[in-house]
């Protein structure tokens, strides 16, 4: 039983071996049509930033057991929103300078398209911690945009956290 296997393992082996030129040119036509399908590919830059959003109000402690809470998932969801939406993103085209390469409003709309398209906000394994990130072709236009939206992020919560101080004051 053991003579037969390395019978046919030493056969194989032989096969190969007077084979081996065949191998050796199937080899190089993989690679070469590997590495000409990988130049033409584009290349794509990704941005990223890890972004902390606190989810407790001011208010919170001072109104426990008197209301309900919000439902933190929901307020993530609609803080996520916010951040692509629309008028967001437009600041965004303006602050980064993207807005200047579109002619018509319909260039435009596409810019604001696929800067939805090609940003992400990922929740990472902790509850409060989220992954921004955005693709681009260009690294530092990637990297302006990954900003632009951090600031108008924490510009938001700024006036959340103003707004909910005033009004844990006022209570």
Not at 23 to 44: D, E, S
Not at 126 to 146: E, G, I, W, Y
Request: hydrophobic share 45%; with cysteine.
């Amino acid at each position: 039983m053991m003579s037969d296997v390395r019978e046919q393992l030493s056969a194989f082996i032989n096969a190969m071996w007077r084979r081996r030129w065949w191998g050796i040119a199937v080899a190089w036509l993989v690679c070469i049509g590997g590495w000409a399908v990988v130049t033409t590919m584009p290349n794509r830059f990704e941005a990223q930033a890890r972004v902390y959003v606190d989810t407790d109000s001011m208010l919170q402690p001072l109104l426990q057991g008197l209301t309900v809470r919000p439902n933190v998932d929901q307020q993530i969801q609609i803080m996520q929103r916010t951040l692509l939406s629309r008028p967001n993103v437009e600041q965004v085209l303006r602050v980064t300078d993207l807005a200047l390469r579109a002619d018509t409003s319909q260039q435009r709309d596409g810019m604001i398209d696929g800067v939805i398209a090609n940003t992400r906000f990922i929740p990472q394994g902790t509850r409060n911690l989220f992954l921004l990130s955005h693709t681009d072709a260009d690294p530092q236009m990637a990297t302006r945009v990954v900003q632009a939206l951090l600031n108008i992020f924490v510009e938001s919560q700024l006036g959340t956290k103003r707004r909910d101080f005033a009004e844990a004051q006022s209570f």
